[in-house]
């Protein structure tokens, strides 16, 4: 799957986490590999070689997302393995790690290589799922963690459900750990967690909607961390949002004990005050939390305390989003906004652009343990071209997931995606 045709991308800025290397010159590309990198590699190309400008453009590793909702199987009115793929494709991802609650649930190995063989034929990017942790996903009996890794899995999560049962956690943390395998999980207390809809607080009372507590995301979490140092298994955390839960990841962290933690871009460039209005596009879970929770995790991220920035697609149809706020389903796309809402953070001057790929591209590659991620000489072609200043608007009618439950519905976003490569074919061209 890669262009006959070699490719230099010519005098463009290279932004590579890999190596700390924000250098220009030009990378050659052939075979769906990196050949070179350096200034001045026109001198001896074959001369079928395709030569791209990109003076005005900014190349960094393709990226990986590490939480996104795949409707297929069992949900293709939501989305499918192709329109996923061109969403991502559009927003420089390269690399999709879907989600295993999927009807049915992604449990067994014939699912896994179902996956794998329909996105082979229909997908336009790297597709790699993650396995469901229990059966069913009901959080009581474990999966066969050896034989779904063995098919392909790449982790394992319950999705947006917790486990409730430390035992059962525990189990999975153990016998994961003798295979490798990184336990994903959904940090929210279902019990604390009740009927809320929007983060707990003073706003969620005057708009008369109930609270969820930031205590349901620290209780579990402080747990899930002390069972990762009891059974010395790969954990990470699938999106934190609250500063409290950074005091638990700092701790872990400073006592050696193998936890990693993501957060999601909508908790990274909105807050709980973009609910009022009662807009369900901004229902999310875990909710959006407090400004002071938002800026923490920026900074969290900054100083790499947060490894990594998902997008947490999910998308949702009209009619269960078109509800009344308490019932309307949790969730927004984010396949092809994530880049572009991250940048807003790089143009406040809260993140620099290397920090912010490496959390969206480079430590998602490095914790899956997945090619990419890089743009070292050898490695494969999975590329995104970045235009830094041009400046859009979000039209929700051109965005290319089957559902258009966006947060940034009209949003004005500074930085766009021009091209994207996958093993040096180009599948996303910005006309």
Not at 259 to 271: E, F, Q
Request: glycine share 8%.
């Amino acid at each position: 799957m890669h262009e006959s045709r070699p490719i230099l991308l010519a005098k463009t800025r290279l932004i590579d986490p890999s190596r700390d290397l924000d250098t220009t010159g030009d990378i050659l590309i052939a075979d769906g590999i990196i050949k070179d990198i350096a200034p001045n590699l026109s001198a001896g190309l074959p001369p079928d070689t395709e030569i791209v400008d990109c003076r005005q453009v900014v190349a960094i590793p393709g990226l990986v997302d590490m939480r996104a909702f795949i409707g297929e199987p069992g949900a293709e009115h939501r989305e499918t393995l192709a329109s996923a793929s061109q969403a991502a494709a559009a927003g420089g991802v390269t690399t999709i790690i879907c989600q295993p609650d999927t009807d049915p649930v992604i449990d067994d190995p014939a699912i896994v290589d179902f996956i794998l063989r329909r996105a082979r034929d229909t997908a336009i990017v790297n597709v790699h799922p993650m396995a469901a942790l229990t059966k069913g996903l009901e959080g009581r009996e474990m999966t066969e963690i050896g034989l779904l890794g063995a098919a392909g899995a790449v982790a394992f999560t319950d999705g947006t459900r917790s486990i409730g049962s430390a035992q059962v956690l525990r189990r999975a943390l153990t016998y994961g750990r003798d295979f490798g395998a990184l336990i994903v999980h959904h940090t929210q207390d279902a019990s604390l967690a009740g009927e809320g809809v929007m983060n707990e607080g003073e706003l969620a009372s005057r708009l008369g909607l109930a609270g969820l507590s930031k205590a349901a995301e620290t209780i579990i979490f402080e747990r899930d961390v002390r069972l990762a140092a009891i059974t010395g298994g790969r954990y990470h955390a699938a999106s934190l949002t609250c500063a409290d839960s950074l005091e638990v990841l700092r701790r872990a962290k400073d006592a050696g004990i193998d936890v990693t933690a993501s957060a999601s871009i909508n908790h990274l460039t909105l807050n709980e005050r973009d609910v009022v209005g009662y807009r369900t596009f901004f229902k999310l879970t875990p909710p959006l939390r407090a400004e002071e929770d938002r800026l923490a995790l920026v900074q969290a991220v900054a100083e790499g305390l947060i490894d990594i920035i998902v997008s947490d697609h999910n998308p949702q149809d009209v009619e269960v989003k078109r509800l009344p706020f308490s019932e309307a389903a949790f969730g927004a796309v984010g396949l092809e906004t994530m880049l572009a809402a991250g940048l807003r953070l790089v143009t406040s001057g809260m993140l620099d652009l290397m920090t912010l790929v490496r959390a969206m591209s480079t430590r998602p590659a490095e914790r899956l343990g997945l090619p990419g991620g890089t743009l070292r000489p050898g490695a494969r072609a999975d590329i995104a071209l970045l235009a830094l200043d041009e400046a859009w608007i979000l039209d929700p009618l051109t965005l290319k997931s089957r559902c258009r439950n966006t947060p940034f519905d009209e949003a004005r976003f500074e930085g766009r995606v021009v091209r994207t490569l996958v093993s040096g074919r180009t599948v996303y061209e910005y006309v």
